[in-house]
C-alpha cells in the first residue's frame, strides 16, 4: 500500500480530482459551515467558476449555474486554507538541513543536501496540500527558492502559494556565510552584512534576483558593536524601502526588535523570547502596521531534535494525516548517535528543560500584542529540526490557543493573517467572491478547538477539489 502510492507519486501522477471548476463550469459546494474569520454561514453554498470563488452565502444568495458540479458537504465546515507564513524550502525539517546549527559534514553532507532539495521542491509542497495548508512565505534560503518556478509560477492547484525572500543578510559569525565552500553567489544562504556600501550592493542584488523581500538576520549585537549594526540595520531598511521591498527580520531580543521596527521591518518572523514587550514596542509595531509572527515551537522542536542525537532515541511524529514523506521519517526514526564534543547530554537535556519557561514568555507577549490590537500571522518555521514542513501547523495553531486566544481568532490568524503577512489579502485567505478558490474542508468544527484542524478531509487549490486521503504520501494508521 505505502509503496504503491509512492510509486504513484514518484511518476508524478496527481492525486484524484475529485471536481475542478473551469471557465466553463462551475463547482459547488453546498451544506457545510463555512468560516470566514470571525463569522460564519450554516448552510453555506460557496460557487466556484476558473479557480475562483464566484459566490458565497446562504442557499438562496447564490443560485446554481445548470451544469455545476455540486459537491454536498452538510455537516462539514470549510475555512480558508491554511497559510504558514514562515517556512525555509531550503530545509528538511532535520538536522541535515541547518549546518550552522549542528555542523557534522561527515554525518550531514550539506552540499548533498541541498542538491536534493533544491531539484525537488514539489516534495514540500505536496506536505504541504496534504495538511491543508495553500499557502507559504519562504522567509530564507538560497537563490533557488526565489529563482526556480516553484516561486515564480505558483497558480498551480498542485502547488501552494509561494511568496519568497531568498538569501538573508546578517552579521553573524563569517562561517555562517556559505555553506557549499566559498561558492558562485547562487549558491549563499547568508549575504555580510559589513558596511554601508555592501549592505546597499546585497539588497540590490536580492532585487536582481527577484527576492520579494529582504530578510535581515539580526542577532543581539555585542554592546560595543551595536550603534554600527544598528546604524547598518536602518540603512538595509532604507535601502529595502527604495526598491519596493519588504524588510523582514529575525530579531527574538526585545531590544534588537525594536530596532528593526524603527528601521522599517513589515514583519518580525518570530516572537520576542527574551523579556516581556513593553508598550514602546507595541506601539513601534502597530505604528508600522507590521506583523507579529510568533513561531512557538520552532525552538522546542530544535531541543527534541538535539536530545535526539544526544541521546540517539527517536523524537516522536506529529503526522495525523500522512504528510511526512519516509524519507525524513527515516531520518528522525533512525537518528544518529552524534559525539559528545559536538553535542553533550547535558547540554541536550538542559536545552529541552529550558523550553517551558521560554513558551510561556512567548505565549505571554503573543497576547500582549493580540490585545495591542498588533497583526499577527500563523507561523511554524517549518524545515527546523523536528518542525516539520505541513503538520507541524496543527500543533502551532494549538500553542496559539494555548496561549489564551480564542480558536475564532487563531483561524483568522492562519487564513487571512497569513495573506497579509504575504502581501497578498485581496488575493487568497478569505472565502469571498472574487477570490482565488483555496479552501479546506473539515469533519470537526475548529470554533471549537482549533485542534479539529486535523480532521481535514479535503482540499481546495485554485478550484481543484481534491480528497485528503488522495493527497497522502504515507499510509495513516
Ligand atoms: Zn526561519
Known sequence: MKRSLLAVLALGITPPVLAQSDATDAVVLTGATVINGDYWIESASIIVRDGRIECVGEPEACSFPEDA??????????????????????????????????????????????????????????????????????????????????????????????????????????????????????????????????????????????????????????????????????????????????????????????????????????????????????????????????????????????????FAASALIDDPNGCVDEAIQARINAPERMPSDLISPAWAYRSLEGNGAEIALMQQNLMAVFEAGGRIATATDAGNPMTLHGPSIYREVEMMQTAGLSPQAVIEMSTRGGAVAMGAEDEFGQIEAGFVADLIVLSEDPREDVRNFRSLTHVMRAGVLRAQSGLRVTQVD
Request: one cysteine or more; aromatic letters at 8%; charged letters at 20%.
Open 69 to 310: 458540479e455540486i459537491i454536498d458537504l452538510d455537516g462539514h465546515y470549510i475555512t480558508p486554507g491554511l497559510v504558514d507564513a514562515h517556512v525555509h524550502f531550503a530545509q528538511t525539517g532535520w538536522l541535515d538541513g541547518r549546518p550552522d546549527g549542528m555542523q557534522a559534514p561527515d554525518v550531514y553532507p550539506y552540499p548533498e543536501t541541498a542538491a536534493a532539495l533544491s531539484a525537488n521542491p514539489d516534495r514540500w509542497h505536496a506536505a504541504y496540500l496534504c495538511t491543508g495548508i495553500t499557502a507559504v512565505y519562504d522567509v530564507g534560503g538560497q537563490a533557488w527558492t526565489v529563482t526556480s518556478d516553484h516561486a515564480t509560477d505558483t497558480d498551480r492547484s498542485d502547488r501552494a502559494h509561494v511568496r519568497a525572500a531568498g538569501p538573508l543578510i546578517t552579521h553573524a559569525s563569517a562561517r555562517n556565510r556559505f555553506f557549499l565552500g566559498e561558492g558562485a553567489s547562487d549558491q549563499l544562504l547568508f549575504l555580510p552584512m559589513e558596511d554601508v556600501a555592501g549592505v546597499r550592493e546585497q539588497v540590490r542584488y536580492l532585487e536582481s534576483i527577484g527576492a520579494q523581500a529582504v530578510k535581515v538576520w539580526y542577532l543581539a549585537p555585542r554592546p560595543d558593536d551595536r550603534d554600527r549594526l544598528d546604524g547598518l540595520l536602518m540603512e538595509i531598511g532604507a535601502a529595502a524601502d527604495a526598491a519596493g521591498l519588504t524588510m523582514i527580520v529575525h530579531a527574538t531580543s526585545l531590544r534588537e526588535a525594536k530596532m528593526a521596527l524603527r528601521a522599517g521591518a513589515a514583519i518580525l518572523v518570530h516572537s520576542v523570547s527574551d523579556q516581556p514587550v513593553d508598550q514602546e514596542f507595541l506601539d513601534l509595531l502597530t505604528g508600522n502596521d507590521a506583523v507579529y509572527v510568533p513561531t512557538l515551537q520552532a525552538g522546542p522542536n530544535w531541543g527534541r531534535a538535539l536530545a535526539s542525537v544526544a
